[in-house]
Nanobody
């Protein structure tokens, strides 16, 4: 099994920044993709960003492009999400996800491993 632990959430004013971290432990061998999803109250969990360790290729949903940056350390199985210029609509619980084989990085059903989530609240 793989355990994912997120940290770094909190309350910030609009225009501010936060940095989320996610550390994977356990049977992390061959983890190929790590990602961030978010879920706002009453809404479905949605893709935010992902990174494939091979080639360090990154992916973003359109609403965060230019504001959020995903990065990570493959050797440490740790992924980060730097969030700048935060908006109230970014308010959600942010979840870290990981898997060994991902065909469509934006599809939450493809990920087997999930963290417990960290709350991000952006006030206007």
């Amino acid at each position: 099994q793989v355990q994912l632990v997120e940290s770094g959430g909190g309350l910030v004013q609009a225009g501010g920044s936060l940095r989320l971290s996610c550390a994977a432990s356990g049977r992390t061998i061959n983890i190929a993709t790590m990602a961030w999803f978010r879920q706002a109250p009453g809404k479905e969990r949605e893709f935010v960003a992902a990174i494939r360790w091979t080639g360090a290729r990154t992916y973003y949903t359109d609403s965060v492009k230019g504001r959020f940056t995903i990065s990570g350390d493959n050797a440490k199985n740790t992924v980060y999400l730097q969030m700048n210029s935060l908006k109230p609509e970014d308010t959600a619980v942010y979840y870290c996800a990981a898997d060994r084989t991902i065909a469509i990085v934006t599809d939450r059903h493809e990920y087997d491993y999930w963290g417990q989530g960290t709350q991000v609240t952006v006030s206007s």
